[in-house]
């Protein structure tokens, strides 16, 4: 991960074991608030486990939240009349209450896309924002008996539509690769991108779509994407990922851009094991069906069958 503003941001550093996965944190963790399944707020200052059921909560100093669930991120941004809820989780902790406890705000909640991992407590709240394509997926299992909002409303995002949080907009465009229904949203006040999937430090998945697109037919949809993002670059100062780390720098948007043009053209790096970045590849078939590509800080993980 770059360095964003002088300062030196954390990453994720990730070892892969079988049957599970372990990893350590190159860097500290300092004056961050946790809580417990129960809502409970506990102070600490330590390296600590995110596969454990705490929830991991960090703010800023662009006046966005982070808010750590086992591996996937989840982002809070307030305005001065509401705020905004990026992603759920996988819902096995009580985020609602987690959320209430940083701001009393009106709320909004978005989901990026479709994945259970990203829309797992949405039953912790009465209406839920995403794209249309994801409104089965996200419904195919339905919340857990503790939540309240088992049956939820689903409301459907539009490419560039605009939330006014009061003194602060977001605005939703479609960016649909790694998943057939994923959105980004880009905060205008602090410049940073919410990429979901679709853009992250570790690796891009092209193996967890519904249909049956041909591989290099994904890779010109991503392609085409990573320019519409570079048409915005002046707005665009951080990439908030919800995986393996946040704050990356812009330059990501280049790497990928080269490792799409050079796969298209078969000049692409082929790595030796498909696994990365809290992915273990042997649950999708392992080096039998899939194959890692890299090109300086990008990565995409795809089925062999579909290159």
């Not at 102070?43 to 960090?58: A, C, H, S, W």
């Not at 305005?79 to 909004?108: E, F, S």
């Not at 049956?151 to 009061?166: N, R, S, T």
Request: proline share 3%; hydrophobic share 35%; glycine share 8%.
């Amino acid at each position: 991960m770059e360095k964003e503003e002088g300062k030196e941001k954390r990453r994720y550093i990730y070892t892969l074991t079988k049957p599970t996965l372990s990893y350590i944190l190159k860097k500290e963790m300092r004056k961050t608030e946790y809580y417990d399944k129960r809502g409970l707020t506990m102070k600490r200052d330590i390296n600590y486990g995110l596969m454990g059921k705490k929830i991991g909560v960090t703010k800023t100093d662009f006046d966005v939240w982070v808010i750590q669930i086992k591996n996937v991120t989840c982002y809070l941004i307030e305005g001065k009349d509401q705020a905004m809820l990026i992603d759920t989780g996988y819902g096995r902790n009580d985020l609602k209450r987690v959320v209430q406890g940083i701001c009393g705000l009106p709320l909004i909640v978005v989901n990026t896309h479709g994945h259970y991992d990203h829309v797992g407590g949405n039953g912790y709240f009465p209406e839920v924002w995403m794209g249309k394509e994801a409104f089965s997926l996200a419904k195919k299992k339905r919340p857990k008996r503790r939540m309240p909002y088992k049956d939820y409303k689903v409301l459907a995002l539009e490419d560039g539509q605009v939330f006014d949080l009061g003194e602060r907009q977001i605005t939703a465009y479609v960016l649909a690769a790694h998943h057939e229904s994923s959105f980004v949203f880009l905060d205008h006040n602090s410049g940073s991108l919410f990429t979901g999937d679709e853009l992250e430090g570790g690796q891009v998945l092209l193996n967890v779509r519904e249909d049956n697109l041909a591989y290099k037919d994904i890779v010109r949809k991503y392609l085409a994407n990573m320019h519409k993002l570079k048409e915005m670059e002046d707005k665009i100062k951080r990439i908030m990922a919800s995986h393996n780390g946040y704050c990356l720098s812009p330059s990501y948007i280049d790497d990928y851009i080269e490792l799409c043009e050079k796969l298209l053209e078969d000049k692409a790096t082929l790595m030796a094991n498909p696994s990365g970045y809290w992915f273990p590849a042997y649950l999708f078939g392992g080096k039998r069906k899939l194959a890692r590509v890299e090109e300086a800080k990008a990565s995409f993980v795809y089925r062999k069958e579909k290159r």
